[in-house]
């Protein structure tokens, strides 16, 4: 018995209890080992016999139950890669963020509570300029800046 596993991409599930109504008509259905079914990524992994059914069968066991199978796009070992290298930029530009943000809050925190200006006022209020002007990642502002030379 040579199993064989299929991914349907599922269009209608609006809560994580629409899991169970996909998966409980797959696991009854003959020929199929395992269902899993993920509502993040709303779809369903499959793994059947096709010597006894098919996809045809699997896919009238999801609309038999109100939901529509959609036509995938077939995920690539780079799609994947591509998930993985947005999740670790938006991870990176968060720890920028949160460590710019919490140097800005120290170094405010000591002029407003203790009277401390570091290293001298005229760089403070250099600084404060900058840090209020640039941003991480983000393009400069130059629209209302006139640099004459």
């Known amino acids: ?14 809560c994580k209890k629409c899991t169970t109504h996909i998966k409980d008509p797959h696991k ?7 269902a899993v079914v993920n509502f993040a990524r709303e779809i369903a992994n499959v793994e059947f016999d096709p010597a006894v059914t098919g996809i045809k069968k699997l896919k009238s066991a999801v609309e038999d139950t ?6 995938k796009k ?8 591509e998930d993985i290298k947005k999740v670790t930029s938006a991870r990176y530009k968060m720890w920028t ?10 170094w405010v ?4 509570f203790f009277g401390i200006v570091w ?9 404060m300029m900058v840090l209020a002007i640039v941003q991480p990642g983000r393009k400069i502002p130059t629209d209302g800046l006139i640099i004459e030379g």
Do not use: C, H, Q
């Open 1 to 14: 018995m040579i199993m064989k596993e299929t991914t349907l991409k599922i269009e209608g599930m609006t």
């Open 28 to 34: 009854e259905t003959e020929g199929v080992k395992s």
């Open 66 to 71: 109100g939901y529509r199978v959609m036509e």
């Open 74 to 81: 077939t995920e690539t070992f780079e799609e994947e890669d």
């Open 97 to 106: 963020a949160w460590g710019f943000t919490a140097s800005i809050v120290i």
């Open 109 to 112: 925190s000591l002029e407003m």
């Open 119 to 127: 290293p001298n006022r005229t760089i403070f209020d250099i600084g």
